[in-house]
Nanobody
Framework: QVHLVESGGGLVQPGGSLRLSCAAS????????LGWFRQAPGKQRELVAV???????NYADSVKGRFIISRDDAKNTVYLQMNSLKPEDTAVYYC????????????????????WGQGTQVTVSS
């Protein structure tokens, strides 16, 4: 069992920045891939960024060059630094861990993530 708790969401003006944090606890020794997804009203949940235990990262095209995912294994925490925020970034952001039993290379598939945080709201508006 893995427990994930997000923090750091809020209201920010376009062009601003926010940093999300996700604290992990429980059976975290089995986690290789941690990620952030987001879901806007009326839309499907979508991948934002993922990071492996080795530090490899992948990003959605819509956030490349603006968002940075990182992890601090000493603190069991993963971060999402969001810069140059746009109104279309408005969504609930979820921290998640990839199922270690899922086939290799499936990190982009929503269904292969088995633990989720409660979500944190990010609103980009003037």
């Amino acid at each position: 069992q893995v427990h994930l708790v997000e923090s750091g969401g809020g209201l920010v003006q376009p062009g601003g920045s926010l940093r999300l944090s996700c604290a992990a606890s429980g059976s975290i020794f089995s986690i290789n891939v941690l990620g952030w997804f987001r879901q806007a009203p009326g839309k499907q949940r979508e991948l934002v960024a993922v990071i492996t235990s080795g530090g490899s990262t992948n990003y959605a095209d819509s956030v490349k060059g603006r968002f940075i995912i990182s992890r601090d294994d000493a603190k069991n925490t993963v971060y999402l630094q969001m810069n140059s925020l746009k109104p279309e970034d408005t969504a609930v952001y979820y921290c998640t861990s990839h199922n270690p039993k899922a086939p290799a290379g499936t990190w982009w598939q929503l269904a292969t993530y088995n633990y989720w945080g409660q979500g944190t709201q990010v609103t980009v508006s003037s």
